[in-house]
């Protein structure tokens, strides 16, 4: 069978971020540097990616383009997609969320594992059923911290910056992206 795999995954480490050197981005997506340096050459001749050459270094970052949060959002969709393949519960914890209708993100450690977490950190834009949210830690014996806010406006630039580091975007992804570059 051969394993469908798709290059957007490639740019997860230019996401929110400054330029960052070929070796930054192969160490972090554990793949060859050849491998990323032919990936990142056809985002480059799409406009997407620019590069820069200091003496023997080169850098790669997204330009900033009206379709910067388009492709943006295809990458933060895949990037929740292998998550939920990778980890059954974090799937169901996924699917349980999008029964909201809010702006919803998972952040922190449970982003990398919900079984090493010790609570799964959310952020919710809006009014929500809590009890909903009680319910379902007592079903699959989690602890949520959920931090609710009315207006993104309202999130302090601490709390920004640790959900930039750490997040997986489940509803309202334009929303969360324009955010995110503001």
């Known amino acids: 069978m051969v394993k469908k795999v ?6 997860e480490p230019l996401l929110y971020t ?16 050849t491998t990323i340096r032919k990936q990142l050459a056809i ?25 910067l949060v388009d492709y943006l959002t ?7 997609v292998k998550r939920c393949k990778e980890e059954l519960v974090l799937k169901e914890i996924v699917e349980f969320l999008h029964s909201f209708n809010n702006p919803v993100v998972i952040f922190g450690s449970a982003v990398d594992s919900v079984k090493i977490a010790r609570d799964i950190d959310l952020l919710v834009v809006g009014k929500f059923n809590r009890e909903k949210i009680k319910f379902f830690e007592k079903k699959l014996n989690l602890n949520f911290h959920v931090i609710n806010v009315k207006s993104l406006r309202e999130v302090s630039e601490t709390l920004k910056k640790e959900i930039i580091k750490k997040h997986l975007i489940i509803q309202k992804s334009e929303e969360w992206i324009k955010w995110l570059i503001s």
Request: proline share 4%; hydrophobic share 35%.
């Open 6 to 11: 798709s290059i957007w995954l490639t740019l």
């Open 74 to 80: 295809i990458i933060e969709k895949e990037k929740l």
């Open 18 to 33: 400054g330029p960052k050197h070929l070796a930054e981005i192969s160490k972090k997506l554990k793949k060859p540097h």
């Open 43 to 67: 985002f480059e001749k799409i406009g997407l990616v620019e590069k820069e050459k200091k003496g023997r270094q080169t850098f790669y970052r997204l330009k900033k383009i009206s379709l």
